[in-house]
């Protein structure tokens, strides 16, 4: 199994406050992605990176930021969050240009309420 | 826009059943991954076809690409309950990799 850690795992937190997701990862691969999952919705792409301070807007990308000042780890930060926020968040990695492979190595989730 | 279309939604079997499930988009697929969700897990990938009416077998998992690749298909042989789980597929073309909504599998003891 790819090495992909994510933290907190579960988070309730208040309308309004900032919330940072962590991504760190042991494998030393290049890209990384951050996606959320709702029900009717499947998964859908937020932010990803291609290398160190590399990173681009995904679909859903309004109302978060990213940050990737090492190989291995990929921030998530929701600057004030809101109730349609709330969701599963996933990290994921690849070797090679993923949107290019479709191959990629998921993390088991961080699951976010936003009361 | 592609999109990917899978079917069923949602699958409730017996053990030992078989079962087929289909992933369809109006567009031709460059490649076609499987993957799947277990309750509280993230998506853990199964497969990649790439080839026109490619099939690929893992255990009692077939997974089939259609010769124009524009649809795919994966049947399980003699469902198990450990086989219970979300069924994704995607897509990557032109540049974007797009999700299904995936098909939910229960397979009863």
């Known amino acids: 199994d790819a090495g992909i850690t994510q933290s907190p795992r579960h988070k309730v937190t208040e309308t309004g406050t900032p919330v940072t997701l962590r991504c760190h990862q042991t494998?030393?691969?290049?890209?990384m992605y951050w996606y959320r999952q709702d029900p009717g919705h499947g998964l859908r792409l937020i932010h990803y990176?291609?290398?160190?301070?590399?990173?681009d807007k995904g679909e859903v990308s309004d109302g978060y930021s990213v940050s990737r000042s090492k190989t291995e780890d990929f921030l998530l930060t929701l600057e004030s969050a809101t109730s349609s926020q709330t969701s599963v968040y996933f990290c994921?990695?690849?070797?090679?240009?993923?949107?290019?492979?479709?191959?990629?190595?998921f993390g088991e989730g961080s699951r976010l309420t936003v009361l | 826009t592609q999109l990917l279309e899978q079917s069923p939604q949602f699958l409730s079997i017996q053990e030992g059943e078989n079962l087929t499930v289909y992933c369809n988009s109006s567009?031709?697929?460059?490649?076609l991954q499987w993957y799947r969700q277990e309750p509280g897990e993230g998506p853990v990938l199964l497969v990649t076809?790439?080839?026109?009416?490619e099939v690929k077998k893992l255990k009692r998992l077939t997974f089939q690409f259609g010769d124009a690749r524009k649809d795919s298909s994966l049947h399980i042989t003699a469902a198990q309950p450990g086989d219970t789980g979300l069924y994704l597929c995607?897509?990557?073309?032109?540049?974007?990799?797009?999700f299904g909504q995936g098909t939910t599998l229960q397979v009863k003891p």
């Open positions: 994921a990695i690849s070797e090679a240009g993923g949107f290019n492979t479709g191959e990629l190595f």
């Open positions: 494998e030393n691969h290049r890209y």
């Open positions: 990176s291609y290398g160190v301070k590399d990173t």
């Open positions: 567009s031709v697929f460059s490649s």
């Open positions: 076809v790439v080839t026109g009416g």
């Open positions: 995607s897509s990557s073309n032109t540049g974007k990799l797009i």
